[in-house]
């Protein structure tokens, strides 16, 4: 009955490390989304996952990310070579399938950049 | 290009003093319309899903409406609880981003006691 989990919940590196962010969603949940949340700004869509399709990668910033999911399970987003500008909260929702079906949130990653 | 504009950015309210929150959009077609509440250092939890102009739905002291331009979300006789930043998005029909949430930057409301 748990909810979609992130780690970590906390993340400092230093300008051009790797990075890697885990997303786990709810049991069940076919769909699963990354947002990036920077301070004073909307969510942004980075990337979607549906079942076993292509996923969708249109949000992603730069070729610098990038993400993957094991089958309907656990979702690791990737950056390389952090920049400053990547600092910001990295949240990952699920939801039941695709179209209309709620997005449920975790409670994100945030994500500093020095 | 589809856009979502929330007003106002922030809002201070004292316990009972009940007030409306507007949720602006373009879209080429609705697919749905969803708030959802963020407290600090939290993601964001579901309120209200609306589908089409002239639904409402309501949970405790928030009532939500839609339109085929704006949703307003009412909170009667808020409490300090209610504070929270609210955000509005939309997922659009033809959307290049598949099924993805397109996000206006939120309203954040202070309750006094």
């Known amino acids: 009955g748990a909810g979609v989990s992130q780690s970590p919940s906390n993340k400092v590196t230093e300008k051009g490390k790797d990075v890697e962010l885990r997303c786990d969603p709810i049991?069940?949940?076919?769909?699963l989304y990354w947002y990036r949340q920077r301070l004073g700004q909307g969510l942004e869509f980075l990337i979607y996952?549906?079942?076993?399709?292509?996923?969708?990668k249109s949000g992603l910033p730069s070729d610098r990310f990038s993400a993957e999911r094991t089958g309907e399970s656990v979702s690791t987003l990737t950056i390389q070579r952090t920049q400053q500008e990547d600092s910001a909260v990295y949240l990952c929702?699920?939801?039941?399938?695709?179209?209309?079906?709620?997005?449920?949130f975790g409670p994100g990653t945030r994500l500093t950049v020095l | 290009e589809d856009q979502v504009t929330q007003s106002p950015e922030a809002l201070r309210l004292q316990e009972g003093e009940s007030s409306s929150l507007n949720c602006s959009y373009t879209?080429?077609?609705?697919?749905?319309l969803f708030w959802y509440r963020q407290d600090p250092g939290k993601g964001p939890e579901f309120l209200f899903t609306?589908?089409?102009a002239g639904e409402e739905k309501e949970k405790e002291r928030l009532k939500a409406t839609l339109t085929k331009k704006e949703s307003f979300l009412h909170i009667t006789a808020p409490k300090p609880e209610d504070s929270a930043t609210y955000l509005c998005?939309?997922?659009?029909?033809?959307?290049?981003?598949?099924?993805?949430?397109?996000f206006g930057k939120g309203t954040s409301l202070l309750v006094t006691p």
């Open positions: 879209v080429s077609g609705l697919r749905g």
């Open positions: 609306l589908y089409s």
């Open positions: 998005a939309v997922q659009a029909m033809n959307s290049n981003s598949g099924y993805a949430l397109n």
């Open positions: 996952f549906q079942g076993n399709s292509a996923p969708d």
């Open positions: 929702a699920s939801s039941g399938g695709a179209g209309l079906n709620t997005q449920y």
């Open positions: 049991s069940g949940h076919t769909a």
